[in-house]
């Protein structure tokens, strides 16, 4: 069982359409990162979000941390093909101070 | 570029084999992250490493091991191979081990048991 559950899993849109992928716990985390991950390579930290209730934009990608700390949501807006990759959210839990990974939202921008 | 570096890039190797893979974190970075990717199971947690350290364990094989040098470069090490570890295996590397843990990849190591 996955102590981060990501939804959907698999997310296909067509450029210029918006996305939202989500990440949620039962846990409640110190803080929460986003990393996107495109095949045969490893993840890239896109953003860290600590404080509840936070919203961080990157370019045309936004990310909210909810308010109890417990889920986040990563937003596209018109998104382009190289938007395209898996989407891994990871959360240090308050408890133990361990990082959690996610399953990962594998997304796909269509031309 | 993360600035961490991972050797080999590729591995082929047989059945009840030992192979040691290598990682060298960004520079500063004191911690150093090992993880393995196959496509059933994601992104599996092995064993962090903090300054020469063990600072914790995730799903970690017995017959795996790692360690972290002086020089805080790392290796894992696995052995009595199975079909079933062929995987991606990443290192990843943090200012330190504690806080925010913001982690960066190197490129990976792609293992093949036949």
């Known amino acids: 069982t996955q102590l981060l559950e990501q939804s959907p899993q698999f997310l296909s849109i067509q450029e210029g359409e918006n996305l939202t992928v989500y990440c949620n716990s039962s846990?409640?985390?110190?803080?929460l990162q986003w990393y996107r991950q495109e095949p045969g390579e490893g993840p890239v930290l896109l953003v860290t979000?600590?404080?509840?209730?936070e919203v961080k934009k990157l370019k045309r990608l936004t990310f909210q941390f909810g308010d109890a700390r417990k889920d986040s949501s990563l937003h596209i807006t018109a998104a382009q093909p190289g938007d395209t990759g898996l989407y891994l959210c990871?959360?240090?839990?308050?408890?133990?101070?361990?990082?959690?990974f996610g399953a990962g939202t594998t997304v796909t921008v269509r031309a | 570029d993360s600035g961490v570096t991972q050797t080999p890039k590729h591995l082929i190797t047989a059945t009840g084999q030992r192979v040691t893979l290598r990682c060298s974190p960004r520079?500063?970075?004191?911690?150093v992250y090992w993880y393995q990717q196959s496509l059933d199971q994601g992104l599996q947690f092995l064993i962090q490493?903090?300054?020469?350290?063990?600072?914790a364990k995730g799903n970690i094989l017995e017959r795996f091991s790692a360690q972290q040098f002086p020089d805080l470069h790392s290796e894992l090490n696995l052995s009595s191979l199975e079909l079933g570890d062929s995987a991606l295996y990443f290192c990843?590397?943090?200012?330190?081990?504690?806080?925010?843990?913001?982690?960066?990849f190197g490129p990976g190591t792609r293992l093949t048991v036949t």
């Open positions: 990843a590397s943090s200012a330190s081990g504690t806080g925010t843990y913001e982690q960066y």
């Open positions: 846990s409640v985390f110190s803080s």
């Open positions: 979000v600590v404080t509840g209730g």
């Open positions: 990871a959360g240090v839990s308050s408890n133990d101070y361990k990082l959690s």
């Open positions: 520079s500063g970075d004191l911690s």
């Open positions: 490493y903090y300054n020469g350290e063990e600072r």
